[in-house]
């Protein structure tokens, strides 16, 4: 989803090869872990450019196999397959089942960095009349009347549900969140994260 420069999906990829190329600049092994409501592919922390290459190929094309999203899942994993502490990211829209007692025992174990990545429209309804919209999760079709105030306000609050769900347990955690739009310039973002570090 994505009404303004990008796609999410398109922006969380680029995050993902900036983070990366980042980290093999430092020397550091990188590694990726890509999930829906299951893992679907990881990929182990190795050091280089080719590794590097290979996980930017992955999170051009690697399609999921299930539409659903579990964050809880991919943190599980995280807490099984890595040992030693590392720094991670997690990036996502964070519009999943409740992950907060996974993301306690992840922040614990690991320096955890969430980004969560959202567009000016997950917010805020535009008016544009009768619109049909699909949920990428679950293929249903709908028609919504985008000048009905009430369905604008029912949609505003429920990202704002998401959204302070998603700070709280984060904070609660001891986690960082980063908070990304679509339409912004994440590269200052990243850069007041690791100046403030």
């Known amino acids: 989803f994505g009404t303004q420069k990008q796609l999410k999906r398109d922006l969380i990829t680029e995050l993902g090869a900036v983070l990366s190329f980042s980290a093999t600049t430092n020397n550091d092994k990188v590694g990726v872990i890509f999930f829906s409501d299951r893992v679907e592919k990881y990929i182990p922390p190795k050091k280089g450019k080719g590794h590097i290459l290979r996980i930017i190929r992955e999170l051009i094309a690697l399609e999921p196999n299930s539409r659903d999203t579990n964050v809880g899942v991919a943190l599980e994993f995280l807490n099984n397959v890595l040992k030693k502490r590392s720094i991670t990211f997690l990036l996502s829209d964070f519009v999943s089942r409740p992950y907060d007692q996974a993301l306690q025992l992840a922040a614990r174990k690991h320096d955890l960095v969430g980004i969560h990545v959202y ?3 997950d917010k805020e309804l535009p008016m544009a009349g009768l619109v049909q919209v699909v949920d990428s999760e679950t293929g ?5 009347d985008t000048d009905d105030r009430s369905v604008r306000m029912r949609y505003g609050a429920a ?5 302070k769900y998603c ?3 984060f904070r609660r955690s001891g986690a960082s969140l980063l908070h990304v739009r679509t339409d912004e310039d994440y590269v200052k973002v990243l850069q007041g994260y690791f100046k403030s570090r």
């Open 140 to 144: 249903t079709a709908m028609w919504v």
């Open 167 to 169: 700070t709280q347990v």
């Open 119 to 121: 567009d000016k429209t």
């Open 159 to 163: 990202f704002d549900e998401k959204y």
